[in-house]
């Protein structure tokens, strides 16, 4: 059964910083893209975060250079550091595939950042 069960959210201040993970099971994190997602309240799910096969990764503009996307396939596990949180970053946030496997949406782990 494939399972993806986010944790490490929370509510911090502007400009501190939460360590978000995502443990993957029934299939694994190799081999294939995988990001990181999240849905503000009112808006639609958008990716924030990608990592390739190679290891190359990619951000949205609104993150660049405060989150890092990383992937532990020895644990099988999706990490994203966030540094420098801001009030905009509050929303849910989501592990999946790139692109996103719609049957395997976890239920994502809140983060709120208070100004």
């Known amino acids: 059964q494939v399972q993806l069960v986010e944790s490490g959210g929370g509510l911090v201040q502007a400009g501190e910083s939460l360590r978000l993970s995502c443990v993957a099971s029934?299939?694994?994190?190799?081999?294939?893209?995988w990001g990181w997602y999240r849905q503000a309240p009112g808006k639609e799910r958008e990716s924030i975060a990608t990592?390739?096969?190679?290891?190359?990764?990619e951000y949205a503009d609104s993150v660049k250079g405060r989150f890092t996307i990383r992937r532990d396939s020895a644990k099988n596990i999706l990490t994203l550091e966030m540094n420098d949180l801001k009030p905009d970053d509050t929303a849910v946030y989501y592990c999946?595939?790139?692109?996103?496997?719609?049957?395997?949406w976890g239920q994502g782990t809140q983060v709120t950042v208070s100004s």
């Open positions: 029934g299939l694994t994190v190799r081999y294939t893209p």
């Open positions: 990592i390739y096969n190679g290891g190359g990764k």
């Open positions: 999946n595939r790139f692109p996103p496997w719609p049957q395997y």
